[in-house]
T-cell receptor, first 114, second 111 residues
């Protein structure tokens, strides 16, 4: 079975541009979460979606948005990119959106803003 | 404010030298505590979930324990392939679903 897949794997963007990152969860998983990981730090929670609805949001500016599609895949959008947005963006899927269920991570998208 | 702190930041061990990693947390409404392993350039790999104080889980050379304020990841007779960053995360139930990660402990095991 395929694990969590993210695309693209690497991306270089210019300040002020917009970026869309994509995630396909494990088959049968209905919840997707997004994280930002800066080098040397733990992942920072951005969003959680379950059954196409936002269930949780971290402390990120409104430039960050996300959505989940009927097939449970998800997109993370970031507008007006800043140099500080350079990071590894991780997607995690879990079977349910409630309770403390383990999440399985993709390999991430490495975003570099120049 | 919800917070997760891991110590030490880095740990260097000889092969076979057992040790423990610490994860202390202050959150409201703990739903569960997770341990992950992360290799360089890869996404975190799930290891354990702990739900309540007193709970223990084991997998090969790893054993995770939980109290009301902290969790320990015990590594028994580590091997070089155990070298990685170990991340602790808690899921809190207040203000919506949010998972908070610590900064991780980088473990180096020398043969």
């Amino acid at each position: 079975d395929a694990g969590v897949t993210q695309s693209p794997t690497h991306l270089i963007k210019t300040r002020g541009q917009h970026v869309t990152l994509r995630c396909s969860p494990i088959s049968g998983h209905k919840s997707v979460s997004w994280y930002q990981q800066v080098l040397g730090q733990g992942p920072q929670f951005i969003f959680q979606y379950y059954e196409k609805e936002e269930r949780g949001r971290g402390n990120f500016p409104d430039r960050f948005s996300a959505r989940q599609f009927p097939n449970y895949s998800s997109e993370l959008n970031v507008n007006a990119l800043l140099l500080g947005d350079s990071a590894l963006y991780l997607c995690a899927s879990s079977f349910t959106g409630g309770g403390a269920t383990e999440a399985f991570f993709g390999q991430g998208t490495r975003l570099t803003v120049v | 404010e919800d917070q997760v702190t891991q110590s030490p930041e880095a740990l260097r061990l000889q092969e076979g030298e057992s040790s423990s990693l610490n994860c202390s947390y202050t959150v409201s409404g703990l739903r569960g505590l997770f341990w992950y392993r992360q290799d360089p350039g890869k996404g975190p790999e799930f290891l354990f979930t702990l739900y309540s104080a007193g709970e223990e889980k084991e997998k090969e050379r790893l054993k995770a324990t939980l109290t009301k304020k902290e969790s320990f990841l015990h590594i028994t007779a580590p091997k070089p392939e155990d070298s990685a960053t170990y991340l602790c995360a808690v899921q809190a139930g207040t203000g919506g679903f949010k998972t908070i990660f610590g900064a991780g402990t980088r473990l180096f095991v020398k043969a």
